[in-house]
């Protein structure tokens, strides 16, 4: 009994100083209890940092004018007629204008006057030309601007007649209507104002009325 006591005493210190010469490492038991999910260790190894997103700009967007060209000119022949006692005037003009997308045109063209005088028995004639902005506010209805330069004959002394001639400038405005009779060819009918007439004026009146033709 006492042997068996004494035997198992030994074996007990044998192999606590056994353990005490090979301490295990307290790292060795981490790794031994520790159990990683595989999940874990893709986020842990292949994350990155979220890069804010950058706003993209809207692309500017620019609208081509894709009408034929015979669809943006336009040609007009512009007269007037006007009696009086004194004189019997008439005008002619050869128009060529562009027209833009929405409302306007501008255009340009020569203009000429004549003038009989009958008192003096004479013709005077006038030469000039002229620019001028339309609106064209509804399909029969526009308003017009224009600026005209003359150089306009005028009797300079009545006894004996002599003729002279000067430039003359005039600034119109007013309204008109357009009577469609084709797709191109129309008929206009217009009232100017002219705001800069004046007794040297080829114009007997400051107001001038227009019959127009477009082809």
Do not use: C
Request: hydrophobic share 35%; no cysteine.
């Amino acid at each position: 009994m006492v042997k068996s006591t004494f035997l198992a005493l030994v074996s007990l210190i044998l192999t606590t100083g056994l353990m005490s010469q090979n301490p295990v490492n307290p790292d060795t038991l981490a790794k031994t209890s520790v159990v990683t999910h595989p999940d874990t260790l893709v986020k842990a190894t292949t994350g990155t940092a979220v890069q804010p997103q950058q706003k993209q700009e809207p692309k500017k967007t620019v609208r081509k004018d894709t009408r034929p060209l015979i669809d943006r000119i336009d040609i007009d022949l512009n007269t007037s007629f006007w009696i009086n006692p004194n004189q019997v005037s008439g005008e002619i003009s050869l128009l060529v204008s562009y027209r833009f997308p929405k409302i306007l045109s501008i255009g340009t063209g020569p203009t000429y006057i004549f003038n009989y005088q009958r008192a003096a028995d004479k013709n005077l004639n006038g030469l000039g030309g002229k620019v001028f902005v339309k609106a064209q506010l509804l399909k029969f209805l526009y308003l017009w601007t224009e600026y005209q330069g003359i150089d306009n004959q005028y009797i300079s002394d009545w006894n004996p007649v002599t003729l002279g001639s000067e430039y003359v400038d005039s600034w119109f405005i007013g309204a008109g209507i357009n009577i469609r009779l084709g797709r191109r060819s129309g008929i206009n009918m217009s009232v100017l104002y002219d705001l800069l007439h004046g007794s040297d004026s080829p114009y007997s009146s400051a107001t001038t009325y227009r019959l127009g033709f477009s082809f």
